[in-house]
């Protein structure tokens, strides 16, 4: 088993950053490929990054691109989501999202990809 706890989420004005963080832990995980997802209310899941296990190959989803990075620290088994310039739009559950299975510079991008999930952290942008 994976457990996954996401943090920093909360509520920003438009324009303003947030970091998210997500902590992985547990006796199977290896490292493997992370995403970060996101679903708003009414609305589908949508992936927001996926990086890779290995060389930190990253994916971003359109509405991520310039705005967004993702980044990992495979000493501490976390992965991070810096968002810069938030607009109300983002506002949703952000997600974190392992893939213990993809190892080396895979970046899976669908939700059935990955085999487990944290909790979410609600982000809130205002106008």
């Known amino acids: 088993q994976v457990q996954l706890v996401e943090s920093g989420g909360g509520l920003v004005q438009a324009g303003g950053s947030l970091r998210l963080s997500c902590a992985a832990s547990?006796?199977?995980?290896?490292?493997?490929?992370m995403g970060w997802f996101r679903q708003a209310p009414g609305k589908e899941r949508e992936l927001v990054a996926a990086i890779s296990a290995s060389f930190s190959r990253r994916h971003y989803g359109d509405s991520a691109k310039g705005r967004f990075t993702i980044s990992r620290d495979n000493a501490k088994n976390t992965v991070y989501l810096q968002m810069s310039n938030l607009k109300p739009e983002d506002s949703a559950v952000y997600l974190c999202?392992?893939?213990?299975?993809?190892?080396?510079?895979?970046?899976?991008?669908?939700?059935?990809?990955?085999?487990?999930w944290g909790q979410g952290t609600q982000v809130i942008v205002s106008s």
């Open positions: 999202a392992a893939a213990p299975r993809r190892l080396g510079v895979a970046t899976p991008l669908l939700a059935d990809d990955y085999d487990y």
């Open positions: 547990g006796r199977t995980y290896n490292g493997g490929a």
